[in-house]
Nanobody, 116 residues
């Protein structure tokens, strides 16, 4: 399984970015997918995930601002990030797993920097 994340960048507070994660080597439609982030000096934290059946879950800090979605026809996971804040700064990683599985795969990460 390979995951390629993209779409990060530098944006001012209040701005928007859309991250993408293209998966290969897996039956994407069967995967639970998600995004985590890691800020400098902090542990990696879950941002949002979307199950194979479309059920979504968000960290409290991003609810109402971020939207996770998937396009199974394109094997692509998205994270639309609106009203970005400086505390959203970090490296964003996409991951793939299967329902009930302890096995997961991670992409290489894409840097998001939000300036105040």
């Amino acid at each position: 399984v390979q995951l390629q994340a993209s779409g990060g960048g530098l944006v001012q507070a209040g701005g928007s970015l859309r991250l993408s994660c293209v998966a290969s080597g897996t039956m994407f439609a069967a995967n639970d997918m998600g995004w985590s982030r890691q800020a400098p000096g902090k542990q990696r934290e879950l941002v949002a995930d979307i199950a194979w059946n479309g059920i979504t879950n968000y960290a409290n800090s991003v609810k109402g601002r971020f939207l996770v979605s998937r396009d199974n026809a394109k094997n692509t996971l998205y994270l639309q990030m609106n009203n970005l804040r400086p505390e959203d700064t970090g490296v964003y990683f996409c991951y793939a797993t299967w329902p009930g599985s302890a096995t997961d795969y991670w992409g290489q990460g894409t840097q998001v920097t939000v300036s105040s």
